[in-house]
């Protein structure tokens, strides 16, 4: 069975401030996906990566990164210069398989509060 | 990018009503599903839809639930006798070819 684990309920850091959120996961799958969603107040679902199993390289985007370690199971993703439109809720979910049609499963989400 | 439309974007009903909710996917997808994130919890899968019927399901999705695609077009989902539990946020998804899940915008249902 497949599980994600975000390990942090809340962070609060100051604008500027560098964070990362913690995402660790279970499957007994070779072949997965992992993924990171930013829910803002707003309430949508914002997809932001998907990452497949086979590809350990760290992907940065703008101010964002992730590191994929296979060895720890985990896929954790660093805001760089936080800025207070970066608050949200941030949820890790994993899809298992080769088949094309698994669904996600969910972390229980991070919720980041910038401050000015 | 092509968008996922869910209406209505709020439903408020009574308790021991029918709710539908709809969803119009992008036209060249295969896969659909309905999640739901009850207020401040994690976001939940209900059901994943394949070629006009449900390949998956999880326990949440009980005889009180259905999904169709009717027309072709849209993708429902039913809640035939609503109870207070099932006030939540409800998300519809479709997955393209290349991977990856475009999420709806979500219906709020609020049970009273």
């Known amino acids: 069975a497949q599980k994600v684990t975000q390990a942090q309920t809340e962070i609060s850091v100051v604008e500027k401030e560098d964070v990362t959120l913690d995402c660790v996961y279970e499957?007994?799958?070779?072949?997965?996906?992992l993924f990171w969603y930013k829910q803002p107040p707003s309430g949508e679902l914002v997809f932001l990566i998907r990452?497949?199993?086979?590809?350990?390289q760290n992907e940065i985007s703008g101010r964002y990164s992730w590191n994929f370690q296979k060895s720890t199971s985990s896929f954790n993703f660093t805001i760089t210069a936080s800025q207070v439109v970066d608050s949200a809720v941030y949820f890790c979910?994993?899809?298992?398989?080769?088949?094309?049609?698994?669904?996600?499963?969910f972390g229980g989400g991070t919720r980041l509060m910038v401050k000015p | 990018e092509p968008e996922v439309t869910q209406t209505p974007s709020h439903q408020v009903t009574q308790m021991g009503q029918e709710v539908i909710l709809r969803c119009v996917p992008i036209?060249?997808?295969?896969?659909f599903y309905w999640y739901r994130q009850i207020l401040g919890q994690k976001v939940e899968f209900l059901v994943s839809?394949?070629?006009?019927?449900?390949?998956?399901k999880s326990e949440i999705f009980d005889d009180q639930f259905s999904v169709e695609r009717p027309d072709g077009s849209n993708f429902t989902l039913k809640i035939r006798s609503t109870k207070l539990e099932d006030s939540a946020m409800y998300f519809c998804?479709?997955?393209?070819?290349?991977?990856?899940?475009?999420f709806g915008s979500g219906t709020r249902l609020t049970v009273v």
């Open positions: 979910a994993l899809s298992e398989g080769r088949n094309a049609g698994n669904m996600l499963t």
């Open positions: 499957t007994r799958d070779t072949t997965y996906y």
């Open positions: 990452r497949n199993s086979f590809d350990e």
């Open positions: 036209s060249n997808h295969l896969y």
């Open positions: 839809f394949y070629n006009n019927e449900i390949s998956e």
């Open positions: 998804a479709e997955k393209g070819g290349l991977g990856g899940y475009t």
